[in-house]
């Protein structure tokens, strides 16, 4: 058998299947979720997040890099594959080999799928990416109409979609969502009909804010993964959605520390009285970042126990001093419910002044994964 490690981030398909439901049921109509499973799933595995959305009847899947398309593909993926940022020239072959559809913002990449497209006698669906506010990758919504037009002159290759993407929807106060979309729309009026697109524009924040911007298909993310964009507290709609990660570990050993003891590199924390600490096996190679120094917290036993110290490479001490039976063995919740207690991503992310994507990619890529239904 293969050794395990003490730390276990725990991914829940039953929470995934949930909330690509909740997301389903929040988009209008009956158009379709892309499924964004880049990042390795956001931290949860993207083969295995890939599957779950599958089985629940997700049929279009949204990745990154090419990379990333040909191996989902490769582990079996059905349905639609969107590679979003675009690719080499030299790895065009790769899209038309496993069936992706590339996402396309210059003339060069048109030119060379044409190319591909004559040498294989395959056609090419393309979709266009347009800036229309976020001022990242995208043609700007003027270059559009002469930009198709262009494309369209070429063989073997149809505008199958137009897709922008917004900067702020997580607020639903956020002006720039429907700026954004009034600019995208009007681009998606004039030319939708004539190449036969379809258009694509909301993230979760979208989903969950902005139902009029739904369009043809949504593209959710973080929402599919159990968070809403802007954390629970700054929306009441992120409820429905059920954190599908969590990690846990288990106390190395127990100790009494006395009065006027430094903890840890540094000596950052220094104990007033005889302190009860717990160390664990956990530091920021394993994604418990080192911000986290005398700021985070862990469930013992169903009660919140203080990081005292310095997070380390592999280690980090906690305060178990009003925990009675803690010992060595117990199990510790760094990330998910223990009790009647959570400690969300959101929750992470505040006090490391980040967002849950960024814990849960952290947390998901350092840990060795294990699925429950
Ligand atoms: C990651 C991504 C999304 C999903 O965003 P969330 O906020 O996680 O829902 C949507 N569209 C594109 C192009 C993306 O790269």
Do not use: W
């Not at 846990?248 to 590199?265: A, D, E, F, H, N």
């Not at 178990?320 to 992310?349: H, M, N, P």
């Amino acid at each position: 058998m293969e050794c395990q490690s003490f730390n276990r981030a725990v991914v829940s398909r039953a929470a995934l299947a949930h909330n690509y439901r909740a997301v389903k049921e929040k988009t209008r109509g009956d158009i379709p979720v892309m499924a964004m499973v880049k990042a390795d799933g956001y931290g949860h595995g993207m083969e295995e997040a890939a599957k779950v959305f599958s089985s629940t009847g997700c049929e279009k899947f949204g990745v990154a890099e090419l990379r990333e398309g040909v191996l989902l593909r490769k582990t079996g993926t059905a349905g639609e594959i969107f590679v979003t940022l675009g690719f080499d020239h030299d790895e065009a072959d790769l899209l038309f080999k496993y069936d992706l559809t590339p996402v396309i913002y210059d003339i060069g990449s048109a030119r060379c799928l044409e190319q591909q497209a004559l040498a294989c006698g395959k056609l090419v669906d393309v979709h266009i990416k347009i800036d229309s506010g976020m001022s990242r990758l995208g043609l700007f919504p003027g270059e559009l109409p002469g930009f198709a037009e262009a494309v369209s002159q070429l063989k073997n290759i149809r505008i199958a979609g137009l897709m922008s993407h917004f900067p702020e929807s997580d607020d639903p106060g956020a002006a720039s969502t429907l700026r954004g979309f009034a600019a995208f729309n009007s681009v998606c009026r004039e030319l939708k009909n004539r190449y036969g697109a379809i258009c694509h524009i909301a993230n979760s924040g979208a989903v969950l804010n902005f139902p009029d911007t739904h369009c043809d298909m949504v593209r959710a993310g973080i929402s599919l993964y159990g968070y809403h964009p802007g954390g629970v507290r700054n929306c009441p709609e992120g409820t429905i959605l059920k954190p599908a990660m969590s990690f846990t570990t288990r106390v190395l050993q127990v100790k009494t520390v006395p009065p006027g003891q430094g903890i840890s590199y540094g000596h950052t924390y220094v104990t007033e009285k005889a302190t009860k600490v717990a160390v664990l096996p956990v530091g920021y190679e394993d994604g418990y970042r080192r911000t986290l120094s005398n700021t985070g917290r862990v469930l013992i036993h169903g009660e919140f126990a203080p990081v005292i110290g310095r997070v380390c490479m592999n280690m980090c001490m906690v305060d178990v001093s009003s925990i009675a039976g803690a010992g060595q063995g117990d199990e510790v919740v760094i990330l998910g419910r223990q009790g009647d207690k959570i400690i969300t991503a959101d929750d992470l992310a505040e006090q490391i002044d980040t967002i849950s994507y960024e814990v849960l990619c952290n947390v998901g890529s350092s840990n060795r994964r294990i699925y429950i239904d």
